[in-house]
T-cell receptor, first 114, second 117 residues
């Protein structure tokens, strides 16, 4: 298994541009998450999904959109990039309900908005 | 709401020194507690976890005990190595199987650990 994969690894955007961060997992996990990590801060939840076709907002959803058309894929869309969205983005997945289960993280996407 | 507070960092130690990274939490119900580690340039990986009060999680020489009375989950290691240099995150997840938390994690701000030879 490749686990959780994310593309691209790095990206520089200009203000106002849009892009999609890709996330794929091959473990057949129902639950998927997007977090952002700002310097010196912990991870903040942007959006999450409990299954194909079902998504919900996390703590910091403004400026982002998601979709979940398949179990494997959970892309994150930035429509109008702003400098405040400069961050490292992590995708994660969880096999099933139960807070005691471990989330599996991708390697991250480092995004800079200039 | 839930919150996790970690000790201020960064932490710099010599090899073979004793490590403690403090973590306290605020949560409703009975959260599960985790320590994740992030090595340079990599994503997060689970280091250890504990799912109920008085449980001790352990892995790679690291230990942490779930203390409900003090709402704490401090990370310890008796003798650190240079290879332990990384960022350590304490995190919690609400609830048990069938709950409505959907496994969402609340993270502390992270503690940078640097170990010198």
């Amino acid at each position: 298994n490749a686990g959780v994969t994310q593309t691209p690894k790095f990206r520089i955007l200009k203000i106002g541009q849009s892009m999609t961060l890709q996330c794929t997992q091959d473990m057949n996990h129902n639950y998927m998450y997007w977090y952002r990590q700002d310097p010196g801060m912990g991870l903040k939840l942007i959006y999450y999904s409990v299954g194909a076709g079902i998504t919900d907002k996390g703590e910091v959803p403004n400026g982002y959109n998601v979709s979940r058309s398949t179990t494997e894929d959970f892309p994150l869309r930035l429509e109008l990039a702003a400098p405040s969205q400069t961050s490292v983005y992590f995708c994660a997945s969880l096999p099933r309900a139960g807070g005691y289960n471990e989330q599996f993280f991708g390697p991250g996407t480092r995004l800079t908005v200039l | 709401g839930n919150s996790v507070t970690q000790m201020e960092g960064p932490v710099t130690l010599s090899e073979e020194a004793f490590l403690t990274i403090n973590c306290t939490y605020t949560a409703t119900g009975y959260p599960s507690l985790f320590w994740y580690v992030q090595y340079p340039g990599e994503g997060l990986q689970l280091l250890l976890k504990a799912t109920k009060a008085d449980d001790k999680g352990s892995n790679k020489g690291f230990e942490a005990t779930y203390r409900k009375e003090t709402t704490s989950f401090h990370l310890e290691k008796g003798s650190v190595q240079v290879s332990d240099s990384a960022v350590y995150f304490c995190a919690l997840s609400e609830g048990h199987a069938g709950g409505t938390s959907y496994g969402k994690l609340t993270f502390g701000q992270g503690t940078i650990l640097t170990v010198h030879p």
